[in-house]
């Protein structure tokens, strides 16, 4: 069955960077968009960004634009969200997800960020 794992997560400090992996079984990776979700403590999931099936193509949410990046390496079945120039709006909990926003379809159990001081 389709398995998504999230790791790289933790404390940084505002201004800070993490790289968040995702590791992913049970299906054909290269054949899938995929995208990263956020929720904030009492907040709705929030789209971040996806990627095509292929890599060549991003696009990402207005608040996270210009300070992260998604990427993929799909000859190991990996994906990847580097944060950089992170805020305190910023926290959550991130979890990888397949498909694009129209379409997300299996997700993580995610990994927490926080982002303090």
């Known amino acids: 069955q389709v398995q998504l794992v999230e790791s790289g997560g933790g404390m940084v400090q505002p201004g800070g960077s993490l790289r968040l992996s995702c590791s992913a079984s049970g299906f054909i990776f290269g054949h899938k968009d995929m995208s990263w979700v956020r929720q904030g403590p009492g907040k709705a999931p929030e789209w971040v960004g996806y990627?095509?099936?292929?890599?060549?193509?991003?696009d990402y949410g207005d608040s996270v634009k210009g300070r992260f990046t998604i990427s993929r390496d799909n000859a190991v079945n990996a994906l990847y969200l580097q944060m950089n120039n992170l805020k305190p709006e910023d926290a959550g909990h991130y979890y990888c997800?397949?498909?694009?926003?129209?379409?997300?379809?299996?997700w993580g159990q995610g990994t927490q960020v926080t982002v303090s001081s």
């Open positions: 997800a397949t498909g694009a926003l129209s379409d997300l379809g299996n």
């Open positions: 990627i095509n099936m292929g890599g060549q193509y991003t």
